[in-house]
C-alpha cells in the first residue's frame, strides 16, 4: 500500500452502509471499513483513473470503472473475480447496477452505446 494516493474521482458507500469505497486518479481504489475506521482493502489498476466506483447492495463485490476496463473484486477473498472490456476503440464512460438483481449491469460507452 506505499502508491502515492490520486485525487479522489468517486465515492461509494455499500449496501449496508458499513463500507466507503473510494475510487482515485492513480487508479487506486480502497475501500474504508467506517466501523473500525480502517483501510482494509485496496485494489490497483494499470494507472487508470478510477472513474464510477461501487459496492453491490450485499457488500460481496467491489467495481470500479476505467475508460478500458470495469472490474469486480471479491471483498473479502481481496481478489479479482471478472474483468469486462469494451470492443473496438471504444471508452467505457459510466455503469449501472441492478439493486435487485446484482448480477445485471449496463455499461455506457463514448459513442453512446450500452
Known amino acids: 500500500w506505499n502508491r502515492p494516493a490520486g485525487a479522489a474521482t468517486s465515492l461509494a458507500f455499500g449496501g449496508k452502509s458499513r463500507y466507503l469505497c ?27 483513473v478510477s472513474r464510477q466506483v461501487s459496492l453491490d447492495p450485499t457488500d460481496t463485490y467491489v467495481l470500479s470503472l476505467t475508460s478500458r476496463a470495469l472490474r469486480s473484486y471479491k471483498l473479502r477473498e481481496g481478489i479479482p473475480a471478472a474483468t469486462w472490456t469494451p470492443q473496438g476503440d471504444f471508452s467505457f464512460t459510466h455503469y449501472s447496477t441492478s439493486t435487485l438483481e446484482p448480477n445485471l449491469a449496463a455499461i455506457g460507452t463514448d459513442d453512446g452505446s450500452l
Open 22 to 48: 473510494i475510487g482515485d486518479t492513480s487508479g487506486a481504489v480502497c475501500l474504508w471499513d467506517l466501523k473500525k475506521k480502517l483501510r482494509v482493502r485496496q485494489f490497483f489498476h494499470d494507472k487508470q
